[in-house]
Structures are given as structure tokens and as C-alpha cells.
């Protein structure tokens, strides 16, 4: 294609699916869907063929997990509103308060309906960003074991814990440690523990028997507990790329700067927030100082470039990697797993062209699922 697009490839999703459905079977919990991180409605029929329901965090994911997955969602948010609680509440199966106020100002409105849960924080995080370090001091998630009652309201069924990122079995098993330490005592009195997302599990090194494991070990140890894990990045992990293509090739002060058709603060704003550097099919990622030539990196037959957005901030690129050849006009540059939460994260700064979303079939046929013009530009400022 000659546009910018994202690419998710059927057969991949499949596969990530089919191994978290088995963890799911065999360690007898329930692993739902996070929107946070993968929202693409119209894959929802293949992964109602493998999972039953979804999380949300928001009004909008809410009403996606009812009207397009067709189940209620298990509903969290940092903090609920007057004018949206009730209608949160209809496309909910399960709704999590982030602290005891929210829960006696809303509990009323909500006692009957669903499945009320608070969420907790351990205060243990092996997180190492803090962006996403959900336990780090002065934290505005969860409540803390110190400020909880000995005996919960009556119509609190559920504790809910988040506190990992992209993170391995090993992880959760150390993490378990501290949670049951500070929340045990609690657990007799609830129903179902939600251990959030950040459960790694389709990553290649991920060790899945030590996590069924762990998970086989806690239903021992609390039988009456649901356990319930609601990864987002696990489920599209590795299964499609950004395709984009050279616009232009500047230079200054020996750097040398392939300008894209597509721009890291619209669509891979993980680049920037994280930041990591993805992988770039064909490419070596060099280490380089973004104020220092990439020309003393470079070698006659490997090249090396800065990958510039097509935006005006003037901070939109990622420096550098080296190629085996001379980069042209028009040719593409395939960034490597962009699917996970950069499709929910992009925007339309500047009027960029957006990428296309494309699904590659099983069949080996590429099916445009939505592109992009003027007009969705356009209504987002209505």
C-alpha cells in the first residue's frame, strides 16, 4: 500500500489466543481482555472463540465490551463521575472502586447490579518506569491495607491489584507474596481476586507452566476465591507491524534523518513516553546520542539513520539504526510490533495522514478493516 498501515496477522492472534485459552483451562481462572491495550472491534469474533469477557476503564470501553464484544464489562476507574456512573453501571458485570470515598459515594447506586470490588495497592512493584509503576509512592491507585476496615461492606465481593508491566511469571510469584502478606486476612470475606494485567504470557522466554503453577498453588490455598487475570499487551504480542515509507532524507551536523510518512508521538507514543526503541525489520538499532553523528557508526555498506515522524514537534524521532543499504524515497520501514496499545494510543496531531488498520487472513489476504481521511480529522474537533 502506498499509505502508512498497521497490519495485524490473523494467524499470530490466533496463537496468542490458543495459548492464553489453555493457560486459562488449566489453571482453572478467568483471563479477560483489556481495551486499555488492544481495542480493535472488529477482531472481536475471533476472540469471543477463545475468551468470554473484557475490561474497561472508561464510559466509551464500557459500552465497546457490551455493544461489539457482547458482554458486560469488569469495569475499573480511577475515579467514577455523577453523570456517567449509572450508564457505566449497565455495561458492567463487575465494577472496581479505586478508594473508599468513591465507594460511599456510589455504592447506592450500584448495590444489586454488580459485582462490587475495591482495588488494593501492596505497595511492591517491580516496575522499573516509573510512568507505569502503579504502586510508586504518593500513587493515586488503590487503597492501601492500613486504611481498610477489619470487616469490608457487606457488598464488597472483589479485591483488585495491578501492579505489573509486560512482566514474567517469576514476577507474579514474588508479588503474591506481598499481597497475600498485607490482604490475606481480608480474603475470606470476598469472592473473586482480579491480579490485573502485565502477565506476560505469549512472550517467547515467558515460563507458562511456572505461572499455571502459582495460579494452581493460590486456588489451594483460597478455593473460594475466582481468580481472574485481564492482560492487554499478552494478547497482541508480536502479531503485526506498522508499515511506513521514506518521504525524505535531510542532513545536519552529520546526522542524517529519514523522514517518515508516519510520526511517533501520533502513532507509537510509547517510543516517546517509555521510551524503548522497537525493532525495524532489516535494521540494527545503534545506540546512538541523539546530539552526536551517526556517520562515525556508519560502515561503506551499513548506513546509518535517524527515523524522523512527519510531525512538527520538533522531538518526533527515534535515533538511529543502521541498514544494509541506502535508504531511497518511498521505500518502507517496517516497525515490528505495533499492535498492542499503539493502535488505542494514536491521535491526529497535526492532521497526519493516520495509518490504515488492515487484518492479514489466515489465506494470506490482506482485508482493509478502516482507513482514515479529512473527515474523522475533521469530526474530531466538532
Known amino acids: 500500500m502506498a499509505t502508512p498501515i498497521y497490519i495485524i496477522e490473523e494467524k499470530k492472534l490466533r496463537s496468542n489466543l490458543k495459548l492464553i485459552a489453555d493457560v486459562a483451562r488449566q489453571a482453572d481462572v478467568e483471563i479477560i481482555l483489556a481495551f486499555k491495550a488492544f481495542a480493535l472491534w472488529k477482531t472481536f469474533p475471533i476472540f469471543r472463540e477463545y475468551i468470554n469477557s473484557t475490561t474497561a476503564s472508561s464510559l466509551s470501553e464500557a459500552r465497546l465490551a457490551l455493544e461489539e464484544f457482547g458482554a458486560k464489562a469488569h469495569t475499573f476507574s480511577p475515579a467514577y463521575t455523577d453523570d456517567e456512573i449509572d450508564e457505566i453501571v449497565k455495561c458492567s ?94 480474603f475470606p470475606q470476598i469472592k473473586w481476586l482480579n491480579l490485573g494485567g502485565g502477565h506476560l504470557m505469549t512472550r517467547k522466554d515467558y515460563n507458562v507452566p511456572l505461572l499455571i503453577n502459582i495460579l494452581k498453588g493460590l486456588h489451594e490455598r483460597y478455593p473460594w476465591l475466582k481468580i481472574i487475570l485481564e492482560p492487554g499487551s499478552a494478547f497482541a504480542w508480536q502479531t503485526g507491524p506498522l508499515v511506513s515509507h521514506v518521504v525524505d532524507i535531510v542532513e545536519d551536523k552529520g546526522i542524517k534523518t529519514a523522514i517518515l510518512d508516519v510520526s511517533f508521538t501520533c502513532h ?77 494510543k494514536t491521535c491526529m496531531f497535526n492532521g497526519i495522514t493516520h495509518p490504515a488498520l488492515g487484518m492479514l487472513h489466515e489465506d494470506g489476504n490482506l482485508e482493509i478493516l478502516r482507513q482514515f481521511g479529512y473527515e474523522d480529522y475533521r469530526n474530531r474537533m466538532d
Open 93 to 186: 458485570s463487575h465494577l472496581t472502586f479505586n478508594s473508599l470515598t468513591q465507594y460511599e459515594r456510589f455504592h447506592d447506586r450500584v448495590v444489586g447490579k454488580v459485582s462490587m470490588g475495591l482495588r488494593v495497592n501492596p505497595e511492591y512493584s517491580e516496575v522499573g518506569t516509573l510512568l507505569y509503576n502503579p504502586c510508586a509512592p504518593g500513587t493515586r491507585f488503590g487503597v492501601s491495607a492500613d486504611k481498610l476496615p477489619d470487616t469490608l461492606p457487606a457488598d464488597i465481593e472483589g479485591f483488585h491489584c495491578h501492579c505489573h508491566c509486560e512482566s514474567g511469571a517469576d514476577v507474579l510469584q514474588r508479588t503474591l507474596v506481598h499481597i497475600e502478606e498485607k490482604f490475606a486476612k481480608w
Open 268 to 344: 507509537m507514543p510509547d517510543c516517546l513516553e517509555m521510551p524503548y526503541f522497537p525493532d525495524v525489520r532489516g535494521a540494527e538499532h545503534v545506540d546512538v546520542d541523539n546530539e552526536t553523528s551517526n556517520q562515525k557508526y556508519e560502515t561503506s555498506n551499513h548506513p546509518v539513520y535517524r527515523l524522523g515522524g512527519n510531525s512538527c514537534l520538533s522531538g518526533d524521532f527515534m535515533s538511529s539504526w543502521k541498514f544494509d543499504h541506502e535508504l531511497k524515497v518511498g521505500e518502507e520501514v517496517i516497525f515490528e510490533d505495533m499492535i498492542h496499545y499503539t493502535t488505542v
